[in-house]
């Protein structure tokens, strides 16, 4: 999978360096900053490549060795009910 | 939501994220609601101006739904429609995470039945954003008309009104007083644009001469009286005048009041009511005073007066 979209019933707030995003109406608020800020944003931009592709041209660095980090970072916000799957 | 987590979210965030929370809700049990003032404002209508609270009005048949998924919400009721302000048109509910919620059922100035006005404002709405979060909010007309209504009950309400009113142009002030026409909304709307006299001879006049320009507390209830468009109405009023506000008292104290607070304020605002009427009726017996009954009861300024009427919430 290669693209994701807020879930639903999630509020999403791209703000300066920071992107909040809650399950609503229940919360909490999460604050996703730094390098969580650039994994979401990559992982909802419609962007060529993978996640980690996309993520790594953000903080220059090498796609092969965040990967791992950006997946299991995906994998928890989706468990967490933040990020679902989107269509390729 | 954990402490440390809660103080780094901007107030402006944690507001927004309320607003669209409210609407998911509203959502799930299929509320009509609309979004009004802060940040939910055209900005073609001037500057947004966040607020701190919530403000949505309700569809009047749809309120005892929310305001049960609120509770189930862990929302409490902060503040109730009787004891919000005179105008009793808002409910209160504040919950720990999400801040206050302000839930109007009328809009102060608005004369026709709370739910022919939500049904008029429903009409022709349109859709904001909140955190992504799809919310109806009223026609830009419709706005207009709101924030002239709420700028009535603002400190130098002109002011408002006026730049509001620059902000439209002329197929919007037509549609914007053809709307105040539909909500008889005439008197206030005139109140805020420094146009009131206009409207001396109808029942609402002395309320919105109060609000929009200060007075007593007794005046304010004078007004409020007149203003009560049924004769029920000004009995409920009439008996209620006295009463200890007991939810407002609690907030000032921070704590609920006990009967011996609750006693005191009772005999405070009983004084502070015949004092008001004392200087009213010396007022009266002046020689050279003007005794038409309009005069007799306008208010006086804020400023001159010592104990001025409190401004309607919300």
Redo the contacts between chains.
């Keep these: 999978m290669t693209r994701y979209r ?1 879930a639903p ?5 791209d ?1 300066d360096d920071a992107v ?1 995003v ?1 399950r ?8 996703l900053a730094g390098t969580a800020a650039v994994v979401w944003r990559a992982a909802c931009d419609p962007g060529e490549g993978t996640v980690a592709d996309r993520a790594a041209r953000s903080v220059d660095q090498d796609s092969t060795t965040i990967a791992p980090a950006v997946d299991g970072f995906l994998a928890d916000l989706v468990e967490r009910g933040l990020l679902a799957p989107g269509a390729d | 939501m954990p402490a440390e987590v809660v103080e780094r979210i901007p107030p402006g965030v944690r507001l927004e994220m309320s607003r669209a929370g409210v609407q998911i809700m509203a959502n799930r049990i299929g509320v009509r609601l609309l979004h009004i003032k802060g940040a939910m404002t055209d900005p073609a209508l001037g500057p947004r101006i966040e607020g701190t609270d919530v403000d949505v009005m309700v569809d009047p048949a749809d309120i005892p739904r929310l305001h049960r998924a609120l509770l189930a919400g862990s929302w409490t009721v902060y503040s109730t429609f009787r004891n919000n302000s005179s105008f009793e048109h808002a409910q209160t509910y504040f919950h720990p995470d999400w801040g206050h919620l302000d839930l109007h059922r009328r809009f102060p100035g608005i004369r026709i039945a709370d739910d022919r006005a939500f049904a008029l404002l429903w009409a022709g709405h349109g859709v904001s954003s909140a955190a992504g979060v799809p919310c109806a909010v009223p026609s830009f007309a419709a706005q207009a008309v709101l924030l002239t209504l709420n700028a009535a009950r603002a400190a130098f309400p002109g002011s408002a009104a006026e730049r509001i009113w620059d902000a439209l142009d002329g197929p919007a002030r037509k549609d914007c007083l053809a709307l105040v026409e539909r909500l008889d909304a005439q008197v206030a709307f005139a109140a805020a644009r420094g146009d009131l006299e206009r409207y001396a001879h109808r029942r609402e006049y002395l309320l919105w001469k109060v609000t929009s320009q200060g007075g007593t507390r007794t005046q304010d209830w004078l007004g409020r009286v007149r203003a009560a468009p049924t004769l029920g109405a000004r009995a409920r009023l009439v008996l209620r005048a006295p009463l200890v506000n007991t939810e407002r008292l609690g907030h000032k104290l921070g704590h609920a009041p006990g009967a011996a607070e609750i006693a005191r304020e009772f005999v405070v605002r009983t004084s502070r009511g015949a004092r008001e009427l004392g200087r009213a009726a010396v007022a009266r017996m002046r020689p050279g005073a003007d005794r038409s009954r309009r005069t007799a009861s306008a208010p006086v300024s804020a400023a001159a007066d010592p104990e001025p009427a409190e401004r309607g919430g919300g």
């Design positions: 807020p019933e999630v509020g999403v707030i703000q909040y809650a609503l109406p229940e919360g909490p608020v999460v604050v």
